[in-house]
Every structure is written in C-alpha cells, then in structure tokens.
C-alpha cells in the first residue's frame, strides 16, 4: 500500500510502498479515504527534540483521519462493514485506574496512532474497534478526518462553561481557529483572537471572532484590559505554546477565571504564582486529547446543529502524493486544516 513514513531519523518524509496491515479480532481495517496534517506530523517531519526521543523509525506517520471499513475481526459487532468512520487515536488499555473510572484521556499506557505505531498516512490502517466513531458518509471524508483535531479544540474550550462568558483564543493555529468556532456555538458572548499570524487571524474573524488581536502590532494585555473595563476575560484557552503569550495571558484573565491550556511549550516556563494564579484566584485545566467518548458526542452534536464552520477551517484539500505541499503550507502558516486525500470511497 502506498504510504508516508518516517524512514530515517532526519528532516522529511517519504513516500513508499509499505505492507498493508493485518487485522486483529478486535480490530477493523480502514480503507482511508482523507487524512489531515496536524502540527504533531509537522514536528515528526521536522525531527524536532520531541520527535527524536519519541519517534522508532521507520513508521508510518499520521493520525488525523476517516475511511470505509473493509475488514472486521471477528469478535466484532459495531462498526460494521462499509461504515464510514472517524477515530480516536489514543489507544487505551482499558484496564488502568485511569480506564476504569472513566478518564481514559489520562491512560497510563495510552499509544499514539502514527507516533508510537504505524499510523493514517496510507491507504489503509487497523484500529481497535472501540476507537472506530461512526460518521455520516453523506458528509466530505475531507471534513470527518478532522474530528479528532476539532475534539481537542471541543476539550480545551468545553473544560468549563463558555455561555455568557469572554473568552480569549491565544494561538489561531488550525485547532485554535476551531476553538473560535466551538467557543461560538457554545454561546460565548464575546471571543478574541490572539496570534502573530495576519493569515489565519483572518481566518478567525471568518468563523466569527468578534476582535483579533496581532501581538507583533497590538499589546494583547493593555487592548483586552481597555475593552473589558480593566476586569479582562472570564476564559482563556492557550493553544499556541508561547511561553511569551502563555505568560501574558495571566495578566488578562479576570478574577476567578479558567485557563484551560492545550499548546506545549518547547520547556520549562517561569510564572510568577502568587499573582498570576493564588491572589487571582483562577483555575487552571490541563489538557491532553479528547474525553473518550464525551468529546466526540458533543463534536457531533455541534456538527449536526449546522454552527460550525469547518469548510472554512479546512483551507487546502490535496491530492496523497502532494504532502510535501501541505508540509510547505504548514511551515508557513498559509493554511488552516490541510487534508490529503488518500483513496476514493
């Protein structure tokens, strides 16, 4: 089968024939018809520090991703044969504290589909049935593939109620423009976009940010501050992993308010506790993936209410063999969501 892997451990990727995977009892095989670059391949193409003490080459990479099912196990009743899915690409094990008492975003042994096993960039891929979530097929595989992206967006502005309330989207990367859009059709009264990216603040105010804010032209701190009486936003969802725009944001957020954080800083980053955190009173969420399958109820439902924009977040749709291109888009940060796609259904 044709694939994109991770041959060696330097800069780049290839695309090569590699064997087509075997399917297990509690498995399905998937015949992938899109699959969407996320930053995390970007760092595994880049061979950056995290990819290197992460990533056992060669592997297939990719994780973002939505296909037909060709080929069930056989201890396997849903999906059934010819279902189009999505998936959840943290495999769990089902049976750590964490599994069991329903918080297996948090598994202890969680592996990552396309960094800890051969992943979506490829004609097809097996999975656990488990992980395999139903889709409508009567919607573009290009538009499914980023479900699992869009749940991390779902997490991190979902982590606490956003009805009423100011939020602060810090990073307008393809999941922070999705964060907009989920903060929007949650009844977010008022959103604000930061970044240092014309091209995608732009993007932002297309799937309805009330204001962005460039942080190379504007002072996020005094603008946000001037515009909510000096109080500054109940919410704050970092996604941009900044520590520069991590720190400012302490300074914005009100009193008593929630700071949900999804970016990840390159290392360690210096907050002055006492009154960034204590004297201000806020709550502080880390987020990692997507609540299994919580996460992925709620993303349906916001899909299904017709309030989300994800034909405008999705900005480059590309031919399998034209990945080096979107890598190029992603570098740049000319593009929302780019998706390949990989067969026909």
């Not at 973002?64 to 396997?76: D, M, P, R, T």
């Not at 944001?249 to 009154?275: E, Q, T």
């Not at 709550?283 to 993936?289: F, K, P, R, Y």
């Amino acid at each position: 089968m044709k694939t994109i892997s991770k041959l060696t451990p330097s800069i780049g990727a290839t695309a090569i024939d590699r064997p087509k995977p075997v399917c297990g009892d509690d498995d399905v095989m998937i015949q992938v018809l899109a699959t969407s670059i996320c930053g995390t391949d970007v760092h595994i193409y880049d061979y950056n520090p995290w990819a290197q003490s992460r990533i056992k080459t060669p592997q297939i990479m990719g994780h973002e991703l939505a296909g037909k099912v060709i080929q069930i196990g056989k201890n396997v009743t849903s999906p059934k044969l010819g279902d189009i899915v999505a998936c959840e690409t943290h495999i769990v094990c089902g049976t750590c504290e964490f599994c069991l008492s329903d918080q297996k975003h948090l598994c202890r042994n969680t592996q990552i589909l396309g960094v800890d096993r051969d992943g979506a960039f490829a004609e097809y891929v097996v999975m656990p049935a488990v992980n395999c979530w139903i889709s409508d097929p009567k919607v573009d595989p290009a538009y499914l593939c980023i479900q699992e992206p869009l749940g991390n967006a779902i997490h991190t502005v979902a982590s606490g109620d956003v009805k009423g309330k100011t939020v602060a989207i810090v990073g307008v990367g393809p999941i922070g423009l999705m964060a907009v859009d989920v903060a929007k059709a949650l009844g977010a009264r008022w959103v604000v976009a930061v970044d240092v990216n014309d091209y995608r603040l732009s993007l932002a105010k297309e799937v309805g940010a009330d204001l962005s804010i460039n942080a190379k032209d504007q002072d996020p701190v005094k603008t946000i501050l001037d515009l909510t009486d000096q109080y500054g936003v109940d919410v704050v969802c970092e996604m941009s992993g900044s520590p520069r725009a991590l720190t400012s944001a302490f300074s914005y957020i009100k009193k008593g308010g929630r700071m949900s954080i999804l970016g990840l800083p390159d290392g360690p980053v210096s907050i002055d506790i006492n009154n960034a955190i204590v004297f201000k009173g806020i709550t502080i969420h880390g987020i990692t993936g997507r609540r299994m399958m919580q996460t992925w109820e709620l993303g349906q439902s916001l899909i299904d209410s017709g309030k989300l924009h994800l034909d405008r977040i999705v900005t480059h749709i590309l031919p399998f063999d034209q990945f080096e291109e979107g890598f190029q888009l992603m570098h740049e940060g000319r593009c929302g969501k780019v998706v390949l796609r990989v067969t026909e259904g």
